[in-house]
């Protein structure tokens, strides 16, 4: 039986990566992680994965990011984050196919946790593709597009907003006083735009009952459960963020939108919708 909405025939999110949908054109920079990550970590990798448009086959060339995520046997240190940031480095040098090199690290005990069974956990088993060693996801559970899922995932964008506050704060100061540069806001505008996207979808899912990473499906599935009821105008905001979080422009009003308006309301309709995630250390 085929998959239906990003689920298997008992309605299990189905993982959504794997290495033959990984375009030809990213094949020697996967091939490259490949071969560098033990070199770097040695024993104290556990296994690697891809995770993003490069496994689900959607990768443009030039446009994309190799994302990269780590679980090690142990907790990551500063040292194992600043040799993430070399490696990052190099791949984005090396490799004019990627827009970027990002490298998630985490800890095995961490992936496995109960508190991150819904959240970190759910994301290796469902979102992420095996690249190297044992694959975390054997053990773990299988997941069901529901308000738990909904609420550990996306439950937290309140904390996030003042944090996001600080970050556009910083870049703008770190432009100097010609302005905001658009190379130093357009990451934020893609993050945000792909983060608030996410939330939007995730509020939603329980009810459409499936998965999908595909921004723009996602804007739409949101917009069939908020068209209006007073928020008539929040379907095109999460439209345009969804093309944003494609092709984003350094725009400080954007941002600024997303923290005074869209992220707020999003993060208090979520609350009201699907409570607020466990608090994490």
């Given amino acids: 039986m085929a998959a239906k909405r990003g689920l298997d025939a008992l309605g299990y999110i189905e993982r959504e990566g794997s290495p033959g949908r990984v375009p030809e054109a990213f094949r020697p920079v996967v091939a490259a992680a490949r071969e560098r990550v033990p070199d770097v970590f040695g024993a104290r990798l556990h296994s690697a994965y891809l995770y993003g448009s490069i496994p689900r086959g959607t ?47 985490v800890g095995r005990a961490q992936v496995l946790s109960e508190l991150e069974r819904h959240d970190l956990g759910w994301f290796v088993a469902c979102l992420c593709t095996p690249l190297l060693g044992e694959d975390l996801a054997e053990e773990l559970p299988r997941y069901r597009p529901g308000t738990l899922l909904a609420r550990e995932t996306n439950g937290d964008l309140a ?30 505008v893609r993050y945000m735009s792909r983060h608030l996207v996410r939330t939007g979808f995730t509020l939603v899912m329980p009810r459409w009952n499936g998965w999908t990473s595909d921004l723009a499906e996602m804007a739409e599935v949101f917009a069939a459960y908020y068209p209006e009821g007073g928020h008539p105008r929040r379907a095109a905001q999460l439209r345009e963020a969804a093309v944003l979080g494609r092709e984003p422009v350094g725009d400080h009003d954007v941002l600024r939108s997303y923290v005074d308006d869209l992220g707020p309301w999003l993060a208090a309709e979520y609350a009201r919708v699907h409570g607020v995630k466990k608090p994490r250390p």
Avoid: H, N, Y
């Fill in 159 to 188: 904390l996030l907003l003042p944090r996001w506050r600080e970050r556009i704060a910083g870049a703008v100061e770190g432009t100097g006083a010609g302005g905001p540069a658009e190379a130093a806001l357009r990451p934020l």
């Fill in 59 to 105: 990768a443009r060339v030039g446009r994309s990011d190799l994302d990269l995520l780590l679980a090690l046997r142990e907790e990551p240190t500063e040292a194992d984050r600043a040799d993430a940031r070399t490696l990052d480095e190099a791949l984005d040098k090396e490799f004019t196919e990627i827009d970027g090199a990002g490298t998630l690290l």
